[in-house]
């Protein structure tokens, strides 16, 4: 059943990233990325995954050593529910900064590797979108009437 679940999670999350990468503009893309329900699912099977080993989970989550956390994860229940806590935030986070860029104004083909990088190596793309934001400005920054002192 682990080997399942493991399989499952992304193929669960990959919906949500293909409509913000290859269909950005659709309005369908807009309506279902607006909900954060979509994590959802990762989050159910990151439950099915922790709570039978919650015994075990808790004393190396509450007091972490390098050695508890690598012995918990050494294990393949351990692995895939390492895996879907991953790809549960990195989609949050995905569909954070896509939200964001769309408010923003920020191209789609920014927000592609943006996003891909999201889903690969998720904090780097976090940082990636960082690094890019500040250059455009939200629809209510950039209309707001600038105060001279």
């Known amino acids: 059943m682990t080997a399942t679940l493991f399989t499952l999670t992304f193929a669960v999350a990959a919906p949500f990233w293909a409509l913000m990468i290859l269909l950005p503009r659709w309005s369908w893309t807009?309506?279902?990325?607006?909900?954060p329900l979509i994590v959802l699912p990762v989050v159910l099977i990151y439950a099915l995954?922790?709570?039978?080993?919650?015994?075990?989970?808790?004393?190396a989550v509450a007091s972490p050593t390098l050695a508890g956390v690598r012995d918990l994860l050494g294990t393949s229940a351990g692995a895939a529910a390492g895996w879907?806590?991953?790809?549960?935030f990195d989609l949050f986070v995905g569909r954070w900064a896509w939200?964001?860029?769309?408010?923003?104004?920020?191209?789609?083909?920014?927000?592609?590797?943006?996003?891909?990088?999201t889903i690969l190596l998720g904090p780097l793309g976090l940082a990636a979108?960082?690094?890019?934001?500040?250059?455009?400005?939200?629809?209510?920054?950039a209309t707001e009437p600038q105060h001279l002192g």
């Open 129 to 141: 979108y960082l690094a890019v934001r500040p250059r455009w400005r939200t629809p209510a920054a």
């Open 99 to 117: 939200l964001d860029s769309r408010e923003r104004g920020v191209p789609a083909l920014v927000m592609a590797p943006v996003l891909v990088l």
């Open 30 to 35: 807009a309506r279902i990325i607006a909900s």
């Open 84 to 88: 879907a806590h991953m790809i549960a």
């Open 49 to 59: 995954l922790v709570l039978p080993a919650f015994g075990d989970v808790l004393p």
